[in-house]
């Protein structure tokens, strides 16, 4: 459909043109109507679609949702193989097994102490693992708690654990420590931690260069990515409210084809392994191996190529304007010419997309995607975009915090008795130390005092029972995904900070009217919580 035959939304009619309209089609059952919890976009800044011309999406994790227990466990059992094979590490390794529900994201890994750490928004260390070991309340303190200066988590001896593609590498990462701490022999020689976990990157990458995880998953995409029928009618949705839409990924042309021919429908079979390009007509423009996050950078000097979808060979352009070939007896036709919804390149930056697309302020554009640094904090921060970060996981997490209603409540019950009781025992202590009291007043109050002590055991015995179960209600080891305890944690501070939309999964978007107006619920402080208006 060209640009100038688009349509316009208003709430529940589209206009075609001339004036003429017709009822708008969501690209859901759901139709506007009540939609379920874990299904729900969540808004922290305002946000008016009304004011959005472009919407892009990342393709891996974002379009493409891949299975845990085979994409992972591809990932983790070709990495355990570099290692062996290509590091020297013991054959030992190759028996090992992969638990893919252990690890969560938002996790921080310091490399140095062969630690895996969750923190709260404030840096404060609150769960802590050397290898599969909880460290000790004490511990924790002695390592994270005593620095004058508050650590950072950031520098190098550091990882963040904040993509899903993560996970593996760091349940193999702390396997690999409780190896060391028990057979310090079978490790190379001289290989600490932070080399251990250098060596684990270095497999990962050299499983991504020489194709084995990409060429498993070509030969069957079913077995590996989650079939999701409503990605290309929220897609469809979005192009017929005439805005324009892009698909921006690292992954190359030949892998990004069949990832969306199977999204499309086009590969649902083990033995096909036919792909056409009907799927270029739900975008505008497709950017493969975009480098991210160094393509939001509009100093980047990255060549932009344009991709010639049936061979995959990259041909020149001038800012995205083909270039003639030497040699050329006739004109060539490009893909814009072939197929006018879309062309398909590969590299260059950000100034080129927005020429692309005459995107004239950042703001008018809205970029999906579930990685907080190569996706979503880049595009905000350097760029002004307006952002949606996917997280999987939201879906079974505001499930669960729904269903354990009444048990939040009954902890905050526990937490507040706790209060009362530690203020009414602090009160008698005063009172005994500094009123002038007789002894049968003294006696009463150290009466009430150990009757209190004995009513605050009991009260903080049970909180931590009730809270302990909440806890593992979410993860048995890391608990809530946005809470550390009462705290916001660190991944859940950095999607308040970054992303203006959240949800479970991009499909989401098509449960919602492309003209809506996202507004973010009330901010509230402390001071204000039992103050609340009725």
Same mark, same amino acid.
């Not at 139709?31 to 305002?46: A, L, T, V």
């Not at 909440?470 to 660190?490: E, I």
């Given at each position: ?13 589209? @206009? ?11 690209? /859901? ?28 999406? %990342?393709?891996?994790? @974002? ?16 990495? $355990? ?34 630690? +895996? ?33 508050? %650590?950072?988590?950031?520098?190098? =001896? ?33 290989? %600490? ?31 590996? +990515?989650?079939?999701?029928?409503? $990605? ?7 192009? %017929? ?14 892998? @990004? ?50 991709? *010639? ?11 995205? @304007? ?10 060539? +036709? /490009? ?29 008018? $554009? ?12 880049? /595009? ?16 079974? *997490? $505001? ?21 009362? +009781? ?21 006696? *009463? ?76 619920? =009330? ?12």
């Amino acid at each position: 459909m060209d640009k100038s035959q688009r349509t316009v939304l208003s709430d529940q009619y589209v @206009t075609i043109c001339d004036g003429i309209q017709k009822p708008f089609i969501w690209s /859901s059952s759901e139709e506007g109507s009540d939609i379920e919890i874990g299904k729900q976009i969540f808004c922290n800044r305002p946000l008016n679609m009304e004011n959005i011309v472009a919407v892009g999406f %990342d393709m891996d994790y @974002t379009l493409a949702q891949y299975r845990p227990e085979t994409f992972e466990s591809l990932a983790y059992d070709g990495t $355990v193989k570099k290692l062996v094979y290509d590091l020297g590490y013991p054959q030992e390794l190759l028996e090992w097994l992969f638990d893919c529900k252990y690890m969560v994201r938002g996790l921080v890994l310091d490399k140095k102490r062969g630690n +895996i750490l969750k923190m709260d928004h404030h840096k404060y260390v609150k769960v802590a693992y050397h290898g599969f070991r909880e460290m000790s309340k004490e511990e924790k303190v002695g390592t994270y708690g005593n620095a004058l200066i508050r %650590d950072a988590f950031d520098g190098p =001896e550091y990882a963040l654990i904040d993509t899903l593609f993560s996970l593996a590498e760091v349940y193999l990462f702390a396997q690999l420590v409780d190896f060391k701490d028990h057979n310090p022999g079978k490790i190379p020689e001289g290989a %600490d931690y932070t080399l251990m976990y250098k060596d684990v990157r270095a497999a990962v990458d050299m499983c991504h260069r020489d194709g084995t995880l990409k060429q498993m998953v070509a030969e069957d995409p079913k077995k590996y +990515i989650i079939e999701d029928t409503s $990605v290309i009618p929220m897609l469809k949705m979005l192009r %017929d409210s005439g805005r324009s839409t892009f698909l921006m990924t690292n992954s190359l042309w030949d892998y @990004t084809n069949i990832v969306m021919n199977f999204l499309c429908g086009s590969l649902t079979m083990v033995d096909s392994r036919t792909c056409n390009f009907d799927w270029l007509q739900f975008f505008d423009v497709v950017i493969t191996g975009s480098a991210k996050p160094s393509f939001f950078h509009e100093e980047n000097r990255a060549n932009l190529f344009e991709v *010639e979808a049936d061979s995959g060979k990259l041909l020149n352009t001038d800012n995205g @304007t083909p270039m003639p070939q030497v040699g050329d007896t006739f004109p060539r +036709i /490009s893909l814009m010419e072939k197929n006018k919804s879309c062309r398909v390149f590969q590299g260059g930056n950000v100034a080129h997309l927005h020429k692309l697309l005459s995107i004239e302020s950042s703001s008018q $554009v809205l970029y999906v995607g579930d990685h907080i640094y190569g996706d979503i904090l880049r /595009s905000k921060k350097v760029l002004g975009w307006r952002t949606m970060l996917v997280i999987p996981e939201l879906e079974r *997490e $505001v499930q669960l915090l729904w269903e354990l209603r009444d048990t939040r409540k009954c902890l905050r019950s526990l937490r507040d008795d706790r209060d009362q +009781i530690e203020d009414c025992l602090h009160h008698l202590n005063r009172s005994l130390k500094f009123d002038d009291l007789n002894a049968e007043q003294k006696q *009463e109050k150290h009466e009430a005092m150990r009757e209190l002590e004995c009513k605050k055991d009991k009260v903080r015995s049970a909180h931590r029972r009730a809270q302990q179960e909440c806890h593992q209600k979410f993860h048995k080891v890391w608990g809530q995904l946005m809470k550390t305890g009462y705290q916001n944690s660190r991944f859940a501070h950095q999607v308040e900070r970054f992303a203006c939309l959240y949800t479970s999964q991009v499909s989401n978007l098509g449960l919602y009217s492309p003209s809506k107006y996202y507004r973010p619920s =009330e901010d509230y402080m402390p001071h204000e919580f039992h103050i609340l208006p009725q």
